[in-house]
């Protein structure tokens, strides 16, 4: 029987809360997600958060609280804030791309809570004391965001981050850990000079075109599974049935497990109605290994269906 698929809650149940919030890391958790996710980023005092964009604005007050403060093109890097000055800023529903109103309206509204931003150390902490006192376990799936950037701004997040995990047990691929990264330099580094015996996720974006069969056994050189986006796997619709490429099977081929990216229920790709179509399609059909979702509890719902315990 195939092993049941992972379900990873995209930057917490974020479907329902505000992204990488602590509240929505504690709601995903109790939907019965796998793992949850954790976008990383540093800031000038270089402390780690959790964070998913380089720029405050998107996601936060920080316009409004720190006026003058943006660089040259407009925009509030989380790297020129100091940590006391990102503990500050209220995290709100990602906004539209032109800044407004909400990019999921339906989604919690931005008046009705106030969110902090975690450091790491903070959310790892913060999802043990949940396991603790629930008494379910769960995994972390950080990502290491833009770290070529990064060392431009002076901050070497990898070797960071591989210190802060380890300091909380995260140290080989029997760990209950995924660590992923766009940048496949960035995971050879850590691989083959940092040592590091952590499960690698490639995460590989929608502009990727085919990835071919020699991509993936590169990949299969320093890393465990690929992220990619769905529309890589699913190209849409030919009458009634759905027009799939060969990346799952050509990536299990080559040892890789699947991850991916994103399952939203208010963002659903062209031919699909309804999100049970879409989530019966890349777990019982194609047989992904996982899934990053916004709905942690649909999407476990689903896989009780069809992988009965």
Not at 18 to 34: F, I, N, S, V, Y
Not at 47 to 57: A, N, Q
Not at 221 to 245: C, D, E, K, Q, V
Request: aromatic share 8%.
């Amino acid at each position: 029987m195939k092993p049941r698929p992972i379900v990873i809650a995209h930057r917490g149940a974020s479907g329902y809360l505000p992204e990488h919030t602590l509240a929505g890391k504690a709601l995903a958790l109790g939907m019965g997600a796998d793992y949850l996710e954790q976008d990383v980023v540093a800031t000038k005092d270089h402390e780690l958060v959790v964070f998913h964009d380089l720029t405050l604005e998107p996601m936060t007050d920080v316009q409004a609280r720190y006026p003058g403060r943006a660089r040259a093109d407009g925009r509030f890097y989380c790297i020129d804030f100091s940590l006391e000055e990102i503990r500050s800023l209220n995290v709100v529903e990602r906004r539209a791309a032109e800044g407004q109103g909400s990019r999921y309206p339906g989604r919690f509204p931005e008046a009705a809570g106030h969110f902090g931003i975690p450091t790491l150390e903070e959310e790892i902490r913060f999802i043990e004391g949940l396991m603790r006192s629930t008494g379910r376990h769960v995994g972390i799936y950080p990502e290491i965001k833009s770290p070529a950037w990064h060392r431009e701004q002076g901050v070497d997040i990898g070797p960071m981050m591989l210190e802060i995990l380890a300091r909380f047990g995260y140290r080989t691929a029997n760990d209950p850990i995924f660590l992923q990264c766009f940048e496949a330099e960035e995971l050879q580094r850590l691989r083959r000079e940092h040592g590091c015996q952590l499960r690698l996720v490639q995460l590989i974006d929608s502009n990727s075109g085919n990835v071919s069969a020699g991509t993936l056994a590169r990949i299969g050189g320093y890393a465990n599974a690929i992220g990619p986006a769905i529309s890589l796997i699913y190209r849409g619709m030919a009458g009634s049935m759905a027009t799939l490429t060969s990346l799952v099977d050509d990536a299990h081929a080559e040892g890789l497990a699947v991850h991916p990216y994103t399952f939203r229920k208010d963002d659903l790709p062209a031919g699909f109605s309804d999100f049970d179509s879409l989530l019966n399609l890349f777990l019982a059909q194609i047989g992904v290994d996982g899934i990053f979702t916004d709905f942690p509890d649909l999407a476990t719902a689903c896989i009780a269906r069809h992988f009965p315990a």
